[in-house]
Structure formats: C-alpha cells, structure tokens
DNA sequence: CGGCCTCATTTTGCATTCATTTTTTATCTT
DNA sequence: AAGATAAAAAATGAATGCAAAATGAGGCCG
C-alpha cells in the first residue's frame, strides 16, 4: 500500500548541476532529496527519519535507502551506523577545506579557460561583470551574489571539462546552505576588494594568462573563505548563546 | 538462507584511500567491491549481473544495490535504468578530463603544501626522490614509478585537507586501472624530463613558493597526461586490432 | 534465406517482511 | 526523589517476494 499524502514524484526539481538520472524512481528521489537537503530546509546535525520521509515522499524505505547512501557517499549526510541518517554538520575546519578545494578547482577552472574561452564568452562574462559592479554601486547584495555566482559559473563552464563541473557542483552543494550566509553583509571594505579582484580576474581571462588567472581565482576565494568562515563564526556563536540563553 | 559458497566478507580489504565505514553489511560490501573494480578485475564495459555478485559475496541484493549506487555516484561504475550495471568505460575524453581535474587538485595540494609543510616532511619526500632517482639510473620502472606514486601522495597529505585527500582518492581510483599501464615505457626523453620537473618541484617545496610549485605540478601532471593519452590510443588500438583481426 | 514479430526466461526495480539494534518509558531499588 | 534496570516501542539493516522491463529464442512471413 502506498500511501498518497505526500508530494507528488514527477517534477524533476531544477537543480545544482550533479548528474540527473531522471525516470527511475530512486533517481528521482536522489534528485528531490539532494535539492531539498541542499536548499537547507533541514537543520544542520538533525536526524532524518526514514519512515517520515518515505511518507513525505511517498515512497517505500528501499529506493530512499538506495538514495541516502548516495547522499552520504556525495558528503551531504552522515549514516551513523544503527542511528540512521543526520545531516552533516559541517566544522569550521570542515568549511576552511572545503573553500580550499573550492579554490582549487576554480583556480583550475581558470586555467583550463584561458585555453578554450571563445571571445564570445567572455564578451559575456564582461557583462555579466558590468551588471555586477552596478549591483556594487547601488548595494544590492542580492543581485551582486546572484551575478557573481554566474560568473564563477562561466569560468567553469569555459573549461570545458565536465568532470570538473560536476566535481564544483557536488562542492559547491555542500556548502550552499553556509555560502548564502557568508556574504561580507556589513564589511564594505572586503566587498570592494572583491571588485578589484574580479576585474583583475576578467583582465587575466582577455588575455588568457592561464597561470596568472589560476593564481588570482585562487587568492579571490581565499579571501572569501576568510570571510566567510569569521562570519559564520560569528553566526554559530550567536546561536549557541540563543540556545543557551532560551 | 545464504550461500556459503562465495568468498568470506570480514577480510576489510586494504584500500585506496577514500572513506571507510566498517561494519555494516553494505559498508563492507561497498569496500570490497570499489577494491575490486578498481584492481581492474572486472573488463571494462562488461556487465555485472546482481545476481551473480550476490552469489560471489554471499549477501542479498539489497545490501549490493546500495553499494552500487555510491559506486556510481563515485564513477566508478555506470548504471543504466532497467539494464543493470557496466563497469564505466572512460572514453579518451574521459580520461583527459580526469587527469586534467588531478593536475588542479595536485596543484592545490603543493600550494597548500607550502602553508604547512614541516622540514622533516621535506626531508622525507627528498628521501623518496634520491631513491626514486637511483630506479631512474636502473632504468627499474615500477620502482620508479611505486616512488613517484608516493612523493605525490606525500605532497598531498602536507596539504593537511582532509577533504581533498579524499577527493584525490577517488578521482585516483578512477583512473588508476589506465594509470598503470599509461607509463612512458620506450619514451627514455619524456622520463629524464619527468626527473628534471620532480627537481624543480622539490626545489619550489624547498623554498616554499606555494604559487611556483602550483604551477610546476599543473604543468608535471598536464605532460604526464599527454604522454599517458597517447600510450592508451596506441594501446586501445592494438587491443581493437586484436579484437577485430582474430 | 533473412528480417520481424511473439513468447519464454532472465533481470532489474520496488514493496514488504523479518531480524537486530537503539531509544524510550515505566518500574524498582537505594 | 534520583538513578539504574528492564521491558516495550520504534527505527535501522538485510532478505524475500512480486511486478515490470529487457534479453534471447523460436517461429512466421516476406
């Protein structure tokens, strides 16, 4: 018997860039539940019943399972052994690795570019870049983020190296739910530092310096880690004490 | 009631690397069968009916399914809906991109290497190379290269990066089946000019110049992959020589 | 004689069931 | 009353059973 109050199966839901492997059912499942535990909309460290989500999505336990270890192998869960399923609390020295790799395949990525970027695409990152600096100009941290991240995305994108795609996008997942977070809110300083580091950044992508453009990205995202990782710092703390203080 | 034909499973085979999660059926399962893949005991592109696997580790198909899933999700393997699992064949393009993607990680792990490296660390890898350059004098390739595989691997554990560590296991164990036979057998040229890049690596670590050293290795790993497509060609048309002539 | 269609067999996908382990709760002891 | 203990409830891990899809064989038609 299957029960029918959940929410319906077929929507393939739009996604982080991992592979898709739509039409069977734990496939669609994996989908579902990696944007899901992705977008955040569990807590961080919570447990995931299986039972509740098999209900919630309408399934029974064997293709969930199926897809939970998956998820776990993608570094998105924790599978206690006997405990069940939680999602992965990620530790500051955690996040300092992740950005480190994250640094890495841009670096990377901005290398592999020089080599195969067409005028075109990066006619079109300069403007994306230009769009950008108008969100910077008015404050828009949310437009600014937005464009940034496509940026970040054509770098990668021009490599032309779909492994690499797929391995950002899988690190990329992992730390979404912080990234989001971990804008530089209220340090303007920082911000218009990013500025000068992107456009040294399309600077070396026109004249496709493979090394040096490697050594910028990476030296950018450093920097944003920094960034990031003090605020979230900031952030846990304040929630620790929350809980602490009812 | 399970067949006690097949191989025992307590034996935690010795690994790659990647994750290890001991204890539960599956877990073990999903060891021995990477292990297995990876070894290159099964050809490539061949199917690997469940069944028959069951019989061989003597467990249910659930526990299997679910290692095979991760293996997938690791690309190790390919799983086609409805038509079971192949081992995943890496076209050339396949491999050009994975070697590409060991080259940025490498890369990263000598940049990060130099934030952290120890002396004795140093020490040591100088230790492998002096050996590693009396296999080059013999002209005692697997020597050699058994030397090489662990100055690299040694580079990335001073990279302190758990993460990483782990991602260039899994893109290592990918590649490895090619990796063993992609040496540049009659290229006495290409091997002495390996020396002289594994000199300027160590000499970059030396001085710790995180940003040089990145750039040597990219440039290391990107002519050990041109000289390994290569050797693959040949030898993948000589197999389908072979093949087709009788 | 070769290509196509139909049917039997095999294999995969998923649900269900059984066995263990963990977690909770209620009771007992100190 | 607090802690420990044991039984009950719930959750996980693995096996089995059943339906659907794919593979292969055999016959039919051109």
Redesign the interface.
């Known amino acids: 018997m299957i029960p029918e109050g959940g929410a319906p199966i077929a929507q393939s839901a739009s996604g982080n860039g991992t592979?898709r492997?739509e039409?069977?059912l734990?496939?669609e499942i994996l989908l579902r539940l990696r944007d899901y535990v992705v977008e955040g909309n569990i807590p961080e460290g919570a447990r995931v019943p299986e039972r509740q989500l098999c209900e919630m999505l309408g399934i029974s336990r064997?293709p969930l399972?199926?897809?939970l270890?998956?998820l776990?192998?993608?570094g998105l869960i924790e599978?206690l052994?006997?405990r069940g399923a939680r999602i992965r609390q990620l530790s500051q020295r955690?996040l300092e690795?992740?950005f480190?790799?994250m640094?890495?395949?841009e670096?990377?990525a901005g290398?592999?570019a020089c080599e195969a970027i067409t005028d075109e695409e990066i006619a079109e990152i300069e403007r994306l870049h230009y769009k950008m600096y108008g969100h910077y100009l008015h404050r828009d941290m949310h437009g600014y983020f937005q464009i940034n991240q496509r940026i970040h995305e054509s770098i990668v994108a021009a490599a032309r190296?779909?492994?690499?795609r797929a391995?950002y996008a899988n690190f990329a997942g992992r730390i979404r739910r912080v990234r989001y977070s971990a804008n530089f809110a209220r340090k303007r300083q920082r911000w218009a530092e990013a500025m000068r580091e992107h456009e040294a950044i399309l600077d070396a992508l026109r004249r496709r310096a493979g090394?040096e453009l490697?050594?910028i990205l990476?030296e950018h995202l450093r920097n944003k880690r920094t960034a990031a990782i003090e605020h979230l710092a900031e952030a846990r703390e304040a929630t620790a004490a929350t809980a602490a203080g009812g």
């Open positions: 592979d492997q039409a069977s734990h496939g064997t399972r199926e897809a270890k998956v776990a192998a993608e599978l052994p006997n955690d690795e992740l480190d790799v640094a890495g395949l670096s990377l290398r592999l190296n779909e492994t690499l391995a090394s490697s050594d990476f």
